[in-house]
């Protein structure tokens, strides 16, 4: 009693009530979130920062020490866009920094110090991959889940920020007292008009124009910054005078750079821009469930981005797609996207790789505008292949920037080595084996100097400035050798133009009615253009798998193994399990089997699957461990096959496969929140009624 009694028992008491109370109050509001909180948990320990993240992804997008003359000077190395990430831009505007200064020289306090430890730990962390330690931050837990060290430039600002308003403060204090004068009045609507004026000319004014500007403003804010700081150090303002001054300077700073920013980094396009049908979308076949996939090699302009459907954009039109930004990519997606193959692409279903395009001036750019990975590269290395028998080359391919080549111009040999050690020479010429892509184009027709070549396949394309619409060419080239059939071992191609204007599609070894591909040898793709305007190069991949299929031979075998097996060039299309059971059933050629989808929802699919042996069927989607199916009303099992895909064990027949995605974690996680909104209503309905009956 005598405890309970005592002062410093209820102080205590007390002290530990308030403790209590925001921690019950963080419970509950994760209790409540518990639905959501559970499945992220658990979605970021399955995605490639689970265990941690490595030391390259860790320390990207670090700030480096020679930004920070751009605090002063933010476009001293011209226009930034796109070549500096905005994740390392920070700008503070001149007199913030100016103010600071004042508050760590002449306000030596507690807050001072706080925000200037904050502000220099902030801005060493930012600093990242240029510190030696940071990169060992990355085993602390929870830490190395995230990367882009500049990220801490956001405490840095606000600490600098806290500063800016202490040195404020100090300015303040030494000003005049007095009401609004009139002298405020007239600088206040100075000021009101030049970032008014700033603002509507943001846009008006062309970029180039504000970074010219920008030459002398940074000169211009720092010292009239400094012009108020040292009269107002000596009380030359009154106090309204000051902080009209130091706010209207301020956001005048601050107004011209975002000007720049309108223009680049922030420019705003109209919805009806952002959600208009892309024109490439009329010449894909995708209603199948197909896919694409786009190269990520450039950072594209916004329309750009749109008709190659970069993305994310592909979303947008409800076009599905290999990849994707997301800052949680499952760890395992995640390794087959950074090893893909063709035997990839098929596998997953990409039926187009798109290109987004760049201004093609050089041959240089022409290069990157038709790049494809997945494709044979004959202009860069020779092929090695087995000895195979030939005698003679199918060529199909196309120039550009080529007007000026006359019948019979080599653009190129191709040198063939034998099995022998002889090489045989093959050349491509224009105006008989290849030509100008844009042959039909108006301006190309009325200058060109070579003929046009056997046309190999046409496609729409757009091109030129003013944009034109015309039939695009890839051209044909049959070259028999001079000697009987021999056995090739070695193909290279030795350009006589630059390699960037020479676009190989495909190289065919034939021998009568035998055709040999050339990529199908050394394990690349044969992909076809079929379509190419000013924003976007597509390729046809006419090997991509269904979306879903049945298959008959299985094994199980290690995450290693099986990503191994699927990069192999010689991979047979067995399927990898992770775990279940093996199949080897050879049910031989022409066997009638499909794996419809008839209901295709984000948490349901639907199969009707007709299999004539026992086997599997794969659904050519990401697989999760929240992911169940029902085979013709009872549960089955969905394993883990090759890598990330779902498949389910069924008996030959017909069957109704459906696959529902019920994760556990939501579930656990839902009950979770019931109960803790349960406990927000009856806590507080508990508290009313006791206090009536204290009463």
Do not use: C
Not at 94 to 123: E, K
Not at 460 to 471: D, K, V
């Amino acid at each position: 009693m005598f405890l309970a009694a005592s002062p410093m028992f209820r102080i205590r008491a007390r002290a530990l009530g308030h403790a209590l109370i925001p921690l019950a109050a963080i419970w509950l509001g994760a209790g409540i979130a518990a639905a959501q909180l559970l499945p992220a948990f658990e979605l970021a320990q399955a995605s490639a920062r689970g265990g941690g993240v490595s030391e390259a992804f860790f320390t990207e997008f670090s700030y480096s020490p020679a930004l920070l003359a751009l605090l002063l000077h933010p476009f001293l190395l011209g226009n930034p866009y796109p070549r500096v990430s905005v994740e390392v831009v920070a700008y503070l505007g001149a007199l913030p920094l100016l103010l600071a200064s004042v508050a760590i020289f002449f306000r030596r306090n507690r807050a001072t110090l706080f925000w200037l430890l904050l502000a220099v730990g902030a801005l060493t962390l930012a600093f990242g991959g240029f510190t030696p330690f940071y990169r060992y931050l990355r085993f602390i837990p929870v830490l190395n889940f995230f990367r882009v060290p500049a990220r801490f430039l956001f405490p840095f600002a606000l600490a600098v920020s806290m500063l800016s308003g202490i040195g404020f403060d100090v300015l303040l204090a030494r000003a005049r007292e007095s009401g609004f004068p009139r002298n405020a009045r007239i600088v206040g609507a100075l000021f009101g008009a030049t970032i008014a004026g700033v603002i509507g000319l943001a846009t008006l004014v062309e970029v180039d124009a504000w970074i010219a500007a920008w030459r002398a403003l940074p000169f211009i804010f720092f010292a009239s910054g400094l012009f108020i700081l040292l009269r107002g150090g000596r009380g030359g303002f009154n106090r309204a005078l000051l902080a009209t001054l130091v706010l209207g300077l301020s956001l005048a700073d601050l107004a011209a750079f975002g000007a720049v920013y309108v223009q680049t980094f922030n420019v705003i396009a109209p919805r009806a821009e952002i959600f208009s049908t892309p024109r490439v979308l009329a010449d894909l076949a995708l209603s199948d469930g197909a896919r694409v996939l786009t190269s990520e090699s450039v950072y594209p302009w916004l329309s750009v981005m749109r008709e190659s459907l970069y993305p994310n954009l592909n979303a947008a039109y409800r076009v599905p797609a290999l990849g994707g930004y997301t800052p949680l990519v499952p760890r395992r997606m995640q390794l087959v996207l950074d090893h893909l193959t063709p035997a990839l692409l098929n596998l997953f279903g990409v039926r187009y790789y798109l290109v987004p395009q760049v201004l093609p001036v050089d041959p240089a750019s022409e290069q990157a505008d038709l790049a494809d990975p997945f494709a044979l590269k004959l202009s860069e290395h020779a092929i090695e292949i087995q000895p195979t028998e030939a005698s003679g080359l199918l060529i199909d391919s196309s120039l550009a920037q080529s007007v000026e080549l006359h019948d019979g111009d080599v653009v190129a040999n191709f040198v063939l080595t034998l099995d022998n050690g002889q090489t045989i020479t093959v050349p491509l010429r224009a105006g008989f084996d290849t030509g100008e892509w844009a042959y039909e184009r108006s301006d190309v027709r009325r200058v060109v100097q070579h003929s046009e070549p056997p046309i190999a396949t046409t496609f729409p394309a757009r091109s030129a400035f003013p944009i034109e619409a015309h039939p695009g060419h890839t051209f044909r080239a049959q070259r028999p050798f001079s000697v009987a059939p021999v056995n090739v071992v070695r193909i290279a191609l030795e350009p006589k133009i630059p390699a960037g204007l020479i676009h190989i599609e495909r190289v065919v070894l034939t021998d009568g009615d035998t055709h040999t591909d050339l990529a199908a040898l050394v394990g690349k793709a044969s992909h076809r253009l079929i379509y190419r305007s000013e924003d976007v190069a597509v390729y046809e991949n006419a090997s991509g798998a269904p979306r879903a299929f049945v298959t008959h031979s299985a094994l199980v075998v290690n995450d290693e193994t099986a990503l191994a097996r699927l990069q192999a060039p010689d991979y047979s299309g067995e399927l990898l399990l992770a775990d279940g059971e093996e199949l080897q059933n050879d049910v031989g050629e022409g066997i009638d089997e499909q794996a419809e989808i008839i209901s295709y929802e984000p948490e349901r699919v639907v199969l009707n699957v007709n299999a004539s042996f026992d086997g599997y069927v794969v659904l050519a989607d990401a697989w999760d461990a929240g992911w169940t199916a029902v085979v013709d009303g009872q549960p089955a099992t969905v394993q883990r096959a090759d890598l990330v895909l779902r498949a389910v064990r069924i008996a030959g027949g017909q069957h109704r496969v459906e696959f529902l995605y019920r994760p556990r974690s939501f579930y656990i996680g839902a009950v979770i929140s019931i109960v803790s909104l349960l406990a927000l209503v009856l806590i507080p309905f508990n508290l009313w009624l006791f206090a009536r009956r204290a009463h």
